[in-house]
């Protein structure tokens, strides 16, 4: 069964630290993988992609990171604000059909003063 | 542009009673999906769409039905709601390529739904 785990399940850092994030998975065949941001009460939003060929992609302060070989994604942040606040969401897509997406249980993350 | 729209975005109903959540885009995406998130959770797929008039399940189905007349519109039925049904319902939408998902996933703000 195509499974996303994430770590941790939640993390407290003060603003202007960084973190990683980790996701490792299951899922073949492999298509590509998406990092999500969900603010609280809100749907989630793409921050990055990364196919099979890829190993890192930025965004602004966030920093993606593939091993497609050992089935590992890690997300980086720098320089953490309190707008970082929020949940993320690892989400791996199966190649061959629409539908085949699995999602990450998530990491809340909460950035204080 | 106003994405993908849902409504209600919140709802508290009784056992055995139905209602539809609607979900409307305007981005001309052929493929539409609802999903569920329960706390703790990882999204559950309920049902999909690869374009009007086709639909199909997802992982968990049972007890809503879908309906998919245009383009715009993915309405999801409940019918006889059921207490295992709180939760929060999330409506998507894509574009795909080459009949991959290579497009990422637009979300409307979320139903939350109580069923007492």
């Known amino acids: 069964k195509n499974q996303v785990e994430q770590s941790p399940q939640s993390l407290i850092i003060l603003e202007g630290k960084n973190c990683t994030l980790q996701?490792?998975?299951?899922?073949?065949?492999?298509?590509?993988l998406r990092w999500y941001k969900q603010d609280t009460g809100r749907g989630p939003v793409s921050l990055t992609i990364?196919?099979?060929?890829?190993n890192t992609k930025s965004n602004g302060r966030y920093t993606a990171t593939l091993d497609a070989d050992t089935k590992q994604s890690s997300l980086h942040i720098t320089a953490s604000q309190l707008s970082d606040s929020a949940s993320y969401i690892c989400?791996?897509?199966?190649?061959?059909?629409?539908?085949?997406?699995?999602f990450g249980t998530g990491t809340r993350l909460q950035v204080t003063l | 542009n106003a994405g993908v729209t849902q409504t209600p975005k919140f709802r508290i109903l009784k056992i055995g009673q139905s209602m539809t959540l609607q979900c409307a885009q305007d981005?001309?995406?052929?493929?539409m999906y609802w999903y569920r998130q329960d706390p703790g959770m990882g999204l559950k797929l309920i049902y999909y769409?690869?374009?009007?008039?086709?639909?199909d399940k997802g992982e968990v189905p049972n007890g809503y039905n879908v309906s998919r007349s245009t383009t715009e519109d993915f309405p999801l039925r409940l019918e006889l709601a059921a207490p295992s049904q709180t939760s929060v319902y999330f409506c998507?939408?894509?574009?795909?390529?080459?009949?991959?998902?290579?497009?990422?996933?637009?979300f409307g703000e979320g139903s939350r739904l109580t069923v007492l």
């Open positions: 990364m196919t099979f060929s890829e």
């Open positions: 998507a939408s894509s574009r795909t390529s080459g009949g991959e998902l290579t497009g990422e996933l637009f």
């Open positions: 989400v791996v897509s199966e190649a061959g059909t629409a539908s085949k997406l699995t």
């Open positions: 996701c490792n998975y299951t899922v073949s065949p492999f298509s590509n």
């Open positions: 769409s690869v374009g009007a008039g086709i639909t």
């Open positions: 981005m001309n995406h052929n493929y």
